[in-house]
């Protein structure tokens, strides 16, 4: 089962795709409600489909090649999938800033200066679009500085904390 948030022109939807028998048919949970989708043509990328039958009704689609889009009933809206699934190592940096990856509030800090930190763990919670975000230390070290506490908002690039 693979889970996504998919935002079609500013509305999200939680998705989570459910392995069927058959190549062409899949069973989708949107935002818990199961629906039936069918490719007709199994065969070719997900982005080069053209139509598709949801819950029995055909539907003219069209993808973007690198899914930034998407084209239905002549309407074109911007598309983000963000797999939820997904763990990103985030590359060392050479001075250790953590910074915002998308803008937001931060709901926890979990850590204070002075504080030994491994790579990965968590040190504040960021929520944003309803979704709470795991900021983590991107190497093993000590905790520098906190720039940020709860009930801050922040945005995208701003520098939240730093790990020596």
């Not at 199994?42 to 539907?59: K, T, V, Y």
């Not at 190592?89 to 937001?104: M, V």
């Amino acid at each position: 089962m693979s889970k996504l948030t998919v935002t079609i022109g500013g509305q999200s939807f939680d998705v989570e795709f459910m392995l069927t028998e058959s190549a062409s048919e899949l069973a989708v949970k949107v935002n818990g409600e199961t629906i039936q989708v069918v490719r007709p043509d199994a065969n070719q990328p997900f982005e080069a489909c053209s139509w598709m039958i949801i819950d029995g009704r055909p539907l003219e689609i069209e993808f973007d090649r690198d899914l930034h889009w998407i084209r239905s009933k002549g309407d074109i809206e911007p598309l983000e999938i963000v797999d939820c699934e997904a763990v990103v190592a985030r590359p060392r940096s050479g001075d250790g800033r953590i910074k915002a990856p998308i803008p937001g509030l931060i709901t926890t800090v979990l850590v204070v200066p002075g504080e030994a930190v491994e790579a990965g763990q968590p040190l504040l919670y960021l929520e944003a679009m309803k979704m709470q975000n795991e900021i983590r230390a991107p190497f093993a070290g000590k905790v520098k500085a906190i720039h940020v506490g709860a009930a801050q908002t922040v945005t995208r690039d701003q520098v939240l904390a730093e790990v020596e």
